[in-house]
Structures are given as C-alpha cells and as structure tokens.
C-alpha cells in the first residue's frame, strides 16, 4: 500500500512521537486481525502500553477483533469474560472459526477468513445506509422437489446471485431476510438465512417474511413441477427401458402475494426469447420489475461470479446493464428498489 507501519508510539522517527492518538482520530474502523489472547485481554482492561491498544482506548470509531489461538485459550473462563465485556462494550467480534490450528489439535481458535472480516466491515460502516430500517426478503438457489428418499428435481442454481444481492442490502443498512434453498455456499455475515429445500417450503417462509417487508427480491430458481407424490423406498431399476414419473405444478410464489406496498422485484433465467418471456412475467406476476439474464452467455448466468442482466420494468422501460460482479448487479437492483420506496 506504500504506507507507514507503526510499531513504535515514541519513537523519534515516529510519526506519531508528536500526537500518540493520530490514528484513533482518523480511523473509520478499526480491525484488529489475528487477535491474541493477550491482547484481548489488554483491550477489555483499558490496558495502553503499545501503540494498537492506545489506537483502541483513544477511538471512537467502530472496533472488529478478529480472534486467533489455541481452543482452550479461547474457551477459558478469562478469555470469555474479557470477550464479553468487549461484546458488552460494542465491539464486533468475528470468529474464531473451528478448524486445525498452530499447536496441530482440531477446536475452535482459528481466525476467520479475510472475506468474512471484509463482510463485517461493509454490515458496519453501512448500517446507516440508505436502506436502514428497511426489511428485504430475498431467496436464493434452486429448489428441491424430492422424488424418493435419494432422487430429486433441481436445477443447476448456484445460490450466488441470491447471496450478493443479500449481502449488498446488509450493506447498505438493511434488515435482511435470506430463504436459501441447498446450496454450497457460506452462510453471510449478520443475515438471517432460513434454510428450505422444496418449493412449498420457500413459499411458506417468503409468506410469513414478506409480513411488515419492504421488498422481495425472488433470485430463487424455484422448481416449475414437482413429483405428484414422494416414494417412501428408493426406486429401484425395472426392466422396462422407460419410467414415467406423474408431475404438478409448483405454486407461483412471487405471483400469488397480494400486497400492494411491497415491492416485488422478480428474475427470469431463460435461454431463448428474453425480453418477450420476461415482459410476460412482470404482467402475470404483477411486478415492479424482473431481472433477465441469459443463461446461455459466457460469464453470466449460474455459478460464475459475474452476470449480464436486462432489467425490464412494469412501465415498459428496458435497462441493459454492462458485465460486472454479482455483488455490483445487486446494487443495481437495490438502487431500482430504492425509487419505490
């Protein structure tokens, strides 16, 4: 970054030998990742000998300890008390994460991953956001119609678009409420994630969340059909060459909520047809707007990072958004909610 490394508070080379709190009142948040025992402790007693925990007894800016030891270091009854006075106190603490650590034993005491220290910091230096006090209800993944004990219907649905919209609201000071259906994915930093797998189970919740909500996101590939009825025995193979398997129609979830005050905002993957299949959806479905993307183009679609969207609107209006990351597709979104509000 080719700035300065302070390690030193009086030294004469120093740059903070003049004013030992320079630090603490230019920070916007402070992170202090690995985090030993000893210096939880020092941060929970007002301890001030170095030049980081005099950063941390004099700012006033918002504190994310990342703790990193041995498990029973961690579990020990010191160490809870110091992290629950600094919990107490407002400091976020991230972690640990279980795992292997230094000393070869398995428990909890690892740090967690820079991007879940980088997610807090964004959940709080935007908690008062434009979005602030605003409930989003967003699914996520593709649904899971179960045909017996072992065989499903599913889609090829990653979960990650669903997930960087989430992430981008919590950013930006929303309440938010995540439906996932299966997916491989973490689960994100100071979101509610209520895990479901068929497409009655996502109905039921997004119902119940969509209760006192601002807006519905629906980035769910929800399954069109499901098995008429579930066999309780694995299938097993027949000598017949074909297998029919009876289907009905799944609930249109986004279309059936009756709600005038909330915002519906839906997404159509298709591989042909775009603009005509989605203005279609937006009037059948009565939406604010759908996001379109074609599944068939390179680097958009499912399990890629990045997606190409075609944002059509209740009033006609057609955007065509450029390439860009998932996460900054969800902002789109979330800036073309924001009118509606």
Request: aromatic share 4%; charged share 20%; proline share 4%.
């Amino acid at each position: 970054t080719h700035r300065s490394v302070f390690t030193d508070l009086y030294s004469s080379e120093s740059e903070l030998s003049i004013n030992h709190v320079a630090l603490a009142e230019t920070a916007d948040i402070i992170i202090v990742a690995p985090t030993t025992a000893n210096t939880i402790a020092k941060i929970a007693n007002g301890i001030s000998d170095d030049v980081l925990t005099t950063t941390i007894l004099a700012t006033r800016a918002p504190i994310i300890i990342a703790p990193a030891m041995d498990a029973n270091m961690f579990d020990n009854a010191a160490t809870q008390a110091n992290v629950t006075t600094l919990i107490t106190r407002g400091v976020f603490i991230a972690g640990p994460a279980n795992g292997r650590l230094a000393s070869g034993l398995i428990g909890q005491g690892r740090m967690v991953e820079p991007s879940n220290i980088i997610s807090s910091a964004s959940m709080i230096l935007g908690k008062d956001g434009d979005f602030s006090g605003k409930k989003i209800v967003v699914s996520a993944g593709g649904t899971e119609e179960a045909i017996d004990p072992v065989r499903n219907i599913t889609n090829r649905s990653s979960g990650k678009m669903g997930y960087a919209i989430a992430e981008a609201a919590r950013d930006r000071g929303a309440i938010v409420s995540l439906v996932a259906a299966p997916n491989a994915l973490p689960k994100p930093v100071g979101i509610l994630v209520t895990k479901i797998q068929s497409a009655e189970e996502m109905k039921k919740v997004i119902d119940t969340e969509c209760d006192g909500a601002d807006a519905l996101i629906m980035a769910a590939a929800v399954a069109d059909w499901r098995p008429l009825k579930k066999m309780d025995s694995k299938a097993k193979k027949s000598t017949s060459d074909t297998w029919s398997l009876e289907l009905v129609k799944n609930p249109d979830i986004i279309g059936s909520i009756k709600n005038d005050s909330l915002i519906k905002v839906g997404f159509a993957a298709e591989s042909e047809n775009l603009i005509e299949n989605s203005k279609t959806k937006v009037k059948s479905k009565n939406l604010d707007f759908i996001v379109a993307n074609d599944i068939t183009a390179k680097d958009s679609g499912f399990s890629v990072d990045t997606n190409k969207v075609t944002i059509i609107h209740a009033n006609g209006n057609i955007e065509s958004l450029p390439l860009m990351s998932k996460y900054d597709v969800g902002h789109s979104i979330l800036d073309r909610v924001k009118s509606g509000f």
